[in-house]
C-alpha cells in the first residue's frame, strides 16, 4: 500500500503575504441530487469575506449521476444487466450466493430503456409533471430500478438508494476497510467513467493550491477517499483538506489517530469541526508560507488533537449561494438550505450524540441576529424561496422573532424546519404566525409515545400537550412531521406499541412519520451513565474501530442490543400504519426531503392531491414486464435481505466483518433449484412471483386487474400503504 507523507507545510511560488490562493471545494458522491447541502456556500462566503476570491466548487454528486444518466451510459449498464443475467442462465452447475445476488438486481433493467433515467430526472424538474402523482411514481420508480444497476458495479449490499449502509461487504465502522484503496476503488467503480472524463479536466483547469473534500454524509466517504487518491496523483503538490459531519463522526469515534490517518492516508489536513474559520486560515498559511499546526480546529500529523472551539454565527458572512447551478437540481424548483442557528437550545436528550461536543449532546446554541439573517434571506431568495432551516432547534424566543420578521417582509418566502414540541405553541397562538410566515411544515422528535420513556430521555415535553401542539398547527394548514424510535433502555413492548399507537389515534394531526430503532452511540449521556438506565455496556465488533454505536445489554436481560433496522416486537401493521405515501428520502413522503417541501407548498398538510385511482401517468417511464427465469423460485435466490443477515450474524459473533472476510460466503453454493417460474417486475423493482399457469402477458382488463391486484398484495406484504 501506498501513503502519501506530506512535508507538513506549503511551500508557494509567490511572497509572503501576497497574491492569490486557488481552491476547489468539492461535494462528493454518494447522497441526495434533489438539493446541494449547504456546506460549502458557507465556506465560499467565509473565504470571500476575508479576501480569497479565486475558487472552483464542484458538486460531484450531481455530476457524477448526470454523466451515467446519459442515455449512451445507461443503456450500457442496461445492456451489462442483461448479459450478467444471461451469464447466470448460462454457467454450468448451481450459481453462487454472488450470482444470485446479482442475478436478482440484474432483473431491474427489464422495463428500462436507454432514456429512463434522463427522462426521469426531466419529470422531477418539469413544473407540472412533478406535481402529477401518478407522473412522478413513475420517475421514483427509475430511480429505484437505477439504484439495484448501480449496485451491480459495486460491492454487494453497499448502496442504499442515494446512501450506503454503514456495514455490507464493505465496514464503514473499519478503519482497515477505509484504508485499503482497493476497496474505495471497488465502491466508486461506477463513477470511474466520470472520474476520467469530466472530474480530471476540472482538477486541469488551473492550479489548485487547495482542494477540499466536504463530507457531511457517512455515504459519501468511501467515494471521497478514492477521489482524494485521484486528486494526489493529478495536483501531487496541492493540499488536500478533509472537512464535514462524517469527517467529524470519524475523527470523534476513531481512538486510534495511526489508524485515523490511514484512512485520510492521501490528505494534508482534517478539519472535524466548523469549517468557515479554518478554511481562512489554511488559506492565509498557504499564502504567508507558514504551517498548519496553529490553526484553530485544524489536525496535522504532528497536531492530531487540536482544540475544537465553537465560532459565533452573529458575524459569519452570508453563505455563498451564487457557487451552484441551482437549475440542474432535480427539483421543479430550488430548495434552500439554510442555518440561522446552530447548535440545541435545549441539548439535554439523554440519547442524543452529535458533532464534537464532549461535555454535552451536541454543539452549544448560537443564533444569528434576525437581521442579519433576513439579509442571508434577500440574498438566498435571488436563487428560490423555499427554503429548509437546517438547524437542532430553534428556541421559541428566536422562533417568534424570526417568524415576525418573515410576516412582515416582502420576501414570501416558504419554509420548514425541525423544532420541539413546545407547550407554548397552542397558548400564543404560534400556528398562526408561523403560517403568516410562510412556513409549510414542522418536524418533531416527538421520540416516545410513553411519559416513562420521555422522562428518561430528557425531552421535557409532555405527551399529553403534544395533541394540543399538533392540533394548533394543522388549524393553520402546517403539516406535522413526526420522528420517534422504539427500543430505548428499560421500554417495555408495551410502551414501544404505544409510540405507534399515538400516531395512530392522532393520524388526522400529522402528515409523515417516521420510527426507527435506537441505537445507541458512545458519546450520549446514556453511553457515559450507563448505570442511570440499567445497562451494561458491551464491547463491539473487533472490526469495527470507528464505534459509531455501542451494544447493551439490560442487567435484568441476555438480550444484547445492536443497531437493527426494525424492531421484531412491531407487527407490521403498525409499521403500515405511519406510512402515508409509500416513498421515502429523497423523495415525496421523506421526512424534510426537498420534495416533500415543494409538495407541501403547493399542496398543503395533505401533501399530495386527490387523484383518481385509475389516472394513468403522463409520461410512461417503465414497464412491469413478465419474465420467465430458470429456477423454480427466484424467491429462494440469495438477495441482500440474507447478505445483511450475515452481515448482523457476524457482528453478534464478534467475527471479523471486514471486506475481504465475505469472499468465502460469496462464493458458496447459493439456494436456487432448477425449474422454471414466470416473475411479474414492478415498476419499483420489487420482484412478484406468479402462480402457475397465470398469464400476465396479455393486454387485457383482465389481465391489468390482475396485476393491479398483485402489485397492492406485494405492497401490503411490505407494510407500504396500498
Keep these: 500500500m501506498s501513503v502519501f507523507v506530506p512535508l507538513g507545510r506549503p511551500a508557494p511560488d509567490r511572497e509572503r503575504g501576497t497574491g492569490d490562493v486557488p481552491y476547489l471545494l468539492i461535494n462528493p458522491p454518494v447522497t441526495d441530487p434533489t438539493t446541494p447541502y449547504h456546506s460549502i456556500p458557507y465556506l465560499v462566503g467565509a473565504a470571500r469575506e476575508a479576501g480569497h476570491a479565486t475558487y472552483g466548487c464542484v458538486d460531484a454528486n450531481l455530476d457524477a449521476f448526470q454523466y451515467l444518466a446519459h442515455p449512451d451510459r445507461f443503456g450500457t449498464a442496461i445492456e451489462s444487466a442483461r448479459r450478467t443475467r444471461a451469464e447466470t442462465e448460462?454457467?454450468?452447475?448451481?450459481?453462487?450466493?454472488?450470482?444470485?445476488?446479482?442475478?436478482?438486481?440484474?432483473?431491474?433493467?427489464?422495463?428500462?430503456?436507454?432514456?429512463?433515467?434522463?427522462d426521469a430526472i426531466s419529470v422531477f424538474k418539469d413544473p407540472e409533471l412533478f406535481y402529477h402523482p401518478p407522473t412522478y411514481a413513475q420517475a421514483v420508480a427509475v430511480m429505484s430500478r437505477w439504484w439495484d444497476l448501480l449496485a451491480l458495479d459495486m460491492p454487494p449490499g453497499s448502496l442504499d438508494g442515494f446512501s450506503m449502509r454503514a456495514k455490507s461487504t464493505v465496514n464503514l465502522c473499519s478503519t482497515a476497510d477505509l484504508s485499503d484503496p482497493a476497496v474505495a476503488a471497488a465502491v466508486s467503480r461506477p463513477f470511474e467513467g466520470y472520474f476520467a472524463d469530466e472530474f480530471a479536466s476540472r482538477l486541469r483547469e488551473r492550479r489548485w493550491d487547495l482542494v477540499g473534500l466536504s463530507v457531511n454524509y457517512t455515504s459519501q466517504l468511501p467515494v471521497a477517499l478514492r477521489m482524494a487518491r485521484l486528486i494526489r496523483t493529478a495536483l501531487p503538490g496541492t493540499v488536500i483538506v478533509f472537512g464535514g459531519t462524517e469527517v467529524g463522526d470519524v475523527v470523534k469515534y476513531t481512538a486510534d489517530r495511526e489508524a485515523l490517518w490511514k484512512v485520510f492516508q492521501d490528505a494534508d489536513l482534517i478539519v472535524p469541526g466548523e469549517g468557515e474559520t479554518a478554511l481562512v486560515g489554511i488559506l492565509d498559511a498557504i499564502r504567508d508560507g507558514t504551517?498548519?499546526?496553529?490553526?484553530?480546529?485544524?489536525?496535522?500529523?504532528?497536531?492530531?488533537?487540536?482544540?475544537?472551539?465553537?465560532?459565533?454565527?452573529?458575524?459569519?458572512?452570508?453563505?455563498?449561494?451564487?457557487?451552484?447551478?441551482?437549475?440542474?437540481?432535480?427539483?421543479?424548483?430550488?430548495?434552500?438550505?439554510?442555518?440561522?442557528?446552530?447548535?440545541?437550545?435545549?441539548?439535554?436528550?439523554?440519547?442524543?450524540?452529535?458533532?464534537?461536543?464532549?461535555?454535552?449532546?451536541?454543539?452549544?446554541?448560537?443564533?444569528?441576529?434576525?437581521?442579519?439573517?433576513?439579509?442571508?434571506?434577500?440574498?438566498?431568495?435571488?436563487?428560490?424561496?423555499?427554503?429548509?432551516?437546517?438547524?437542532?432547534?430553534?428556541?421559541?424566543?428566536?422562533?417568534?422573532?424570526?417568524?415576525?420578521?418573515?410576516?412582515?417582509?416582502?420576501?414570501?418566502?416558504?419554509?420548514?424546519?425541525?423544532?420541539?414540541l413546545e407547550r407554548t405553541f397552542p397558548k400564543r397562538a404560534a400556528g398562526a404566525l408561523l403560517a403568516a410566515s410562510g412556513c409549510v411544515a414542522v418536524?418533531?422528535?416527538?421520540?416516545?409515545?410513553?411519559?416513562?420513556?420521555?422522562d428518561l430521555i430528557d425531552k421535557g415535553v409532555r405527551i399529553d400537550q403534544v395533541p394540543d401542539v399538533l392540533t394548533e398547527l394543522a388549524r393553520n394548514g402546517i403539516a406535522a412531521q413526526m420522528m420517534g424510535f422504539t427500543g430505548f433502555p428499560t421500554e417495555t413492548e408495551t410502551e414501544a406499541l404505544a409510540t405507534y399507537e399515538f400516531l395512530q389515534v392522532h393520524e388526522d394531526l400529522w402528515t409523515t412519520a417516521g420510527i426507527g430503532v435506537y441505537s445507541l452511540t458512545p458519546g450520549s449521556i446514556v453511553a457515559k451513565d450507563p448505570d442511570r438506565f440499567g445497562i451494561e455496556l458491551l464491547p463491539a465488533s473487533p472490526s469495527d474501530d470507528i464505534r459509531r454505536y455501542v451494544p447493551w445489554r439490560q442487567r435484568d436481560s441476555e438480550t444484547v442490543h445492536w443497531p437493527e433496522p426494525t424492531d421484531p416486537r412491531i407487527p407490521r401493521e403498525y409499521i403500515a400504519s405511519t406510512r402515508k405515501v409509500s416513498f421515502d428520502r429523497p423523495f415525496v413522503g421523506g421526512i424534510d426531503s426537498a420534495h416533500s417541501l415543494l409538495y407541501y407548498a403547493r399542496f398543503g398538510r395533505g401533501l399530495l392531491p386527490d387523484v383518481p385511482p385509475e389516472e394513468q401517468p403522463r409520461v410512461r417511464l417503465v414497464d412491469e414486464p413478465v419474465l420467465r427465469v430458470p429456477f423454480e423460485s427466484v424467491e429462494a435466490l440469495t438477495g441482500v435481505d440474507d447478505l445483511m443477515a450475515e452481515v448482523s450474524r457476524r457482528s453478534r459473533q464478534h467475527r471479523d466483518t471486514t471486506a475481504p472476510s465475505y469472499s468465502h460466503w460469496l462464493r458458496a453454493t447459493g439456494a436456487a433449484?432448477?425449474?422454471?417460474?414466470?416473475?411479474?417486475?414492478?415498476?419499483?423493482?420489487?420482484?412478484?412471483?406468479?402462480?402457475?399457469?397465470?398469464?400476465?402477458?396479455?393486454?387485457?382488463?383482465?389481465t391489468h386487474a390482475l396485476r393491479l391486484l398483485v402489485s397492492a398484495q406485494t405492497r401490503s406484504a411490505l407494510g407500504e400503504p396500498t
Excluded at 95 to 117: K, M, Q, W
Excluded at 675 to 701: M, R
Aim: hydrophobic share 35%; glycine share 8%; with cysteine.
Design 291 to 420: 504551517g498548519f499546526d496553529g490553526i484553530g480546529g485544524v489536525m496535522t500529523r504532528s497536531r492530531p488533537n487540536p482544540h475544537i472551539s465553537y465560532g459565533s454565527v452573529a458575524t459569519l458572512a452570508s453563505p455563498a449561494y451564487d457557487v451552484w447551478e441551482w437549475d440542474r437540481y432535480w427539483s421543479p424548483e430550488p430548495v434552500i438550505l439554510y442555518s440561522p442557528t446552530r447548535g440545541c437550545y435545549w441539548n439535554k436528550c439523554t440519547f442524543c450524540d452529535y458533532g464534537l461536543n464532549t461535555d454535552r449532546p451536541t454543539s452549544p446554541s448560537r443564533e444569528r441576529p434576525v437581521a442579519a439573517v433576513m439579509e442571508d434571506l434577500r440574498q438566498a431568495t435571488r436563487f428560490g424561496r423555499t427554503l429548509y432551516f437546517a438547524v437542532d432547534a430553534m428556541s421559541p424566543r428566536y422562533l417568534r422573532t424570526l417568524a415576525t420578521a418573515l410576516a412582515e417582509s416582502p420576501l414570501d418566502v416558504r419554509w420548514a424546519a425541525e423544532l420541539r
Design 90 to 118: 448460462g454457467r454450468p452447475g448451481p450459481p453462487s450466493r454472488h450470482d444470485e445476488i446479482r442475478y436478482r438486481l440484474s432483473l431491474a433493467a427489464e422495463g428500462l430503456t436507454a432514456t429512463s433515467a434522463r
Design 443 to 454: 418536524s418533531f422528535g416527538y421520540e416516545s409515545g410513553t411519559q416513562r420513556v420521555l
Design 673 to 702: 433449484r432448477p425449474g422454471s417460474s414466470g416473475v411479474l417486475v414492478l415498476a419499483h423493482g420489487d420482484l412478484v412471483e406468479l402462480p402457475a399457469g397465470a398469464d400476465f402477458t396479455a393486454d387485457s382488463a383482465l
